[in-house]
């Protein structure tokens, strides 16, 4: 078990939030996470204040926006909704994820996530934007010293 306070804003655990021990579980927290952005094109936990942010994932609110998850399986939800999960106990293992019966479809003939793929270039395109001005403005101040 782990206890040091680490990890990427948007992706880190509740545990690790919390500053309780935590193991590999913070880890299947992290693919929910991941997941929810291939799926919609968007991270289920966003604030602009980290504070506000990290409330947010303790108490585990994210939810399907409608437009944005109308095309996607209700089998992908629910394996969304059994890793992001505030309680890493009852969080889906490795093996739970692979045996989870949206590991199982048969994707072949699945519906385009068109609109994923739009919010996913419009999200990114955000963060770019943000890091180029937080970089910008990290020069700048060096100079200033």
Request: charged share 30%.
């Amino acid at each position: 078990m782990a206890s040091t306070t680490c990890g990427t804003p948007g992706y880190v655990a509740p545990e690790v939030l919390m500053q309780l021990p935590y193991g590999k579980e913070c880890d299947f927290w992290s693919i929910g996470v991941v997941t929810f952005i291939l799926l919609s094109g968007t991270p289920p936990f966003y604030e602009e204040d980290n504070f506000a942010l990290f409330e947010q994932i303790k108490a585990c609110k994210y939810d399907f926006d409608v437009d944005t998850w109308q095309n996607v399986s209700a089998e992908a939800k629910d394996f969304v909704q059994k890793i992001l999960v505030a309680d890493p106990k009852i969080r889906l293992t490795c093996d739970g994820m692979l045996k989870h019966p949206w590991m199982k479809l048969d994707l072949s003939q699945g519906k385009k996530l068109a609109g994923a793929k739009t919010a996913l270039e419009k999200y990114v395109s955000v963060r770019k934007e943000k890091s180029y001005k937080n970089r910008k403005n990290n020069v700048e101040e060096d100079h200033d010293i």
